[in-house]
């Protein structure tokens, strides 16, 4: 694992909570995307050293909806950043850690992603994320 990469937040509402983030604590929006396969639409927010990556659902059938349904709003999991993510899912299966994916899928960013379950990891939701390199050598 090379850093946490991002802090991923269940919202229920993008446009109800991006105003706490950008004008009580002042911090900056990157960009909103649509991630379709996870039915999620994804406000990417820098607060320094690490993302925060709020998380609305588009559909109440999706994973988000469910985890608000039941826990309410808050955060969902913690992303750690990866090299060869294949090989880390590998690694951890190696050792006894139950993976949600054991390939990784496309997620928001273009990066490539893997959840570990959480009953393997403390009752935490961990995620693999492989992101690509821009041209000029930075993470998108």
């Given at each position: 694992m090379?850093?946490?990469d991002h802090i991923g937040i269940a919202v229920r509402s993008l446009q109800e909570t991006l105003p706490f983030y950008q004008e009580t604590?002042?911090?900056?929006?990157l960009k909103i995307e649509e991630v379709e396969?996870?039915?999620?639409?994804?406000a990417f927010i820098d607060s320094g050293n690490v993302k925060l990556e709020l998380l609305e659902p588009t559909d109440s059938g999706s994973a988000i909806a469910k985890f608000i349904e039941k826990k309410g709003e808050g955060i969902h999991h913690v992303a750690f950043g990866v090299d060869s993510i294949q090989e880390r899912i590998d690694e951890l299966k190696e050792n006894g850690?139950?993976?949600i994916q054991d390939a990784p899928k496309s997620g928001a960013g273009g990066?490539?992603?893997?959840f570990m379950h959480p009953k393997s990891a403390n009752g935490v939701l961990y995620e693999?994320?492989?992101k690509q390199m821009t041209s000029g050598g930075e993470e998108q």
């Open positions: 090379k850093k946490v604590l002042g911090l900056p929006l396969s996870e039915r999620v639409r994804v850690i139950r993976m990066a490539q992603v893997a693999l994320c492989e």
